[in-house]
């Protein structure tokens, strides 16, 4: 099948080439023609897992091309696939203007029969609006078809081979085949295609990533809890993810959430609710809990050095909103060193993956280590704010040579509290009581 990708940003380059793969010739537009030459190079503009190898495959396969120009694409391809960028507006509302304007463009461009496909992430009613501005320009047939992702960073490439599910929302029998075919190679495991109306559609991305959400912020609350009860939080975890009606995902306490999805959804969701005159109180409640949570961390290290942050040297391991990707959107880590470096504190910081999109928000106001290790070197402190795998099982005894001070705040609770006191840390986690260095215990 032709299919054209409008939009190259995480959904749109990772969606494009996850369908060359499956045989489908592709062509992904963007309006940025530097970023249209990387692509083409087969170099991502994203950082995730597996997607090089497969772009650079497609490319040279020949399934899959790049290009600025969407009339050519819209009038070469049967699906033209809407995955641009829906920013959070001034009052929390998605900024639709970006879609819209494309829906014009591919209006402009259609000679015959299209399956238009909202990819992006949109309220409820976003598909009336693209086919009201598509027959405002053009009679000729088309559908409009409501497609949401659900693609973890870190995990997006997996996630569209082998999804869950796919939803697609079409008031269309001919599109909805369309669909079906095109969707056909990914679903060989039984997964299901959940097929249902396009408002329907619409609303379970934002429900479910809602649903996601409010798991993190809950368990963060009883976390929060926890510690003053003088329990241990991860013994609380394990008992409640054991039950099936609840699971074990989504469950681990923490610093709060981040990202491009959670935080910007739970807005738009909360605005479609005063549009309708609802108020969406535990989607409310969830975003206070998890802006708060973000401070949790710089708390703990502000009351452990009782106040005294100025002239400090905090080693930071993670700067992504989560392991496996690049971004930091809205991370958690912003937060807290905004704020350290707001009490004098000089912090010497190290992501994985991480480190450019850190100089472009941070630039020289932080210091940037070459290693985990490196960052740790006359170290006053390790705050750690990002689960990445290698930062899980580092040499305790390097680590304590290198620090100048023993104690560790982990944002991620990646440690084990009696692995932590037999080195002879200071050990400060989320929802646990704090494990104090023993002067007269032995370290190693």
């Not at 005159?277 to 949570?293: D, I, K, M």
């Amino acid at each position: 099948m032709n299919v054209a990708v409008i939009g190259t940003g995480y959904v749109g380059l990772v969606a494009g080439t996850c369908f060359a793969e499956s045989g489908n010739d592709v062509i992904c537009v963007d309006v940025d023609e530097r970023k249209i030459e990387i692509l083409k190079k087969g170099i991502p503009t994203i950082y995730e897992p597996g997607l090089r190898d497969l772009l650079q495959r497609n490319i040279e396969e020949g399934r899959l091309k790049f290009s600025t120009d969407l009339n050519a694409a819209v009038r070469n391809s049967l699906t033209i696939f809407i995955a641009v960028g829906t920013p959070e507006g001034e009052n929390g509302s998605a900024d639709l203007s970006h879609v819209l304007a494309v829906a014009r463009q591919i209006a402009k461009s259609i000679d015959d029969y299209k399956v238009i496909i909202n990819k992006s992430t949109v309220p409820v009613g976003t598909g009336d609006l693209v086919r009201k501005e598509i027959a405002a320009i053009t009679d000729t047939p088309v559908d409009v078809i409501s497609n949401p992702e659900f693609l973890k960073e870190g995990a997006a490439v997996d996630d569209f081979l082998k999804p869950d599910r796919v939803v697609i929302g079409s008031n269309s029998k001919r599109a909805t085949e369309i669909m079906l075919e095109l969707y056909d190679p990914f679903v060989r495991t039984g997964n299901p295609i959940l097929t249902l109306s396009r408002r329907g559609a619409e609303m379970i991305k934002y429900a479910s990533n809602a649903m996601l959400a409010t798991k993190i912020s809950f368990m963060n609350e009883i976390a929060n809890l926890c510690e003053r009860l003088d329990v241990d939080v991860n013994e609380v975890r394990v008992g409640i993810g054991s039950d099936k009606r609840i699971g074990n995902q989504f469950l681990f306490p923490g610093i709060g959430y981040g990202g491009s999805c959670f935080p910007k959804d739970l807005r738009a969701l909360l605005r479609m609710g005063e549009e309708v005159g609802y108020r969406l109180r535990l989607v409310e409640a969830t975003e206070s809990v998890n802006e708060g949570q973000k401070e949790i961390l710089y708390q703990k290290i502000t009351d452990y050095f009782g106040g005294k942050i100025d002239g400090l040297r905090i080693a930071v391991w993670g700067l992504a909103f989560k392991p496996r990707t690049d971004d930091m959107r809205e991370a958690p880590s912003v937060v807290v060193i905004e704020k350290l470096l707001s009490d004098g504190a000089r912090i010497h910081a190290y992501d994985p993956e991480a480190m450019d999109r850190a100089q472009e928000l941070f630039g020289d106001r932080i210091e940037y280590a070459p290693n985990p290790y490196k960052a740790l070197e006359n170290a006053d402190a390790l705050a750690v704010m990002t689960e990445w795998n290698e930062f899980r099982q580092p040499n305790f005894e390097r680590m304590l040579e290198l620090l100048s001070g023993s104690v560790i705040f982990d944002g991620r609770n990646i440690y084990r509290p009696d692995q932590i006191r037999r080195y002879g840390f200071t050990y400060i986690s989320i929802g646990a009581p704090m494990i104090e260095r023993r002067k007269d215990e032995k370290v190693g």
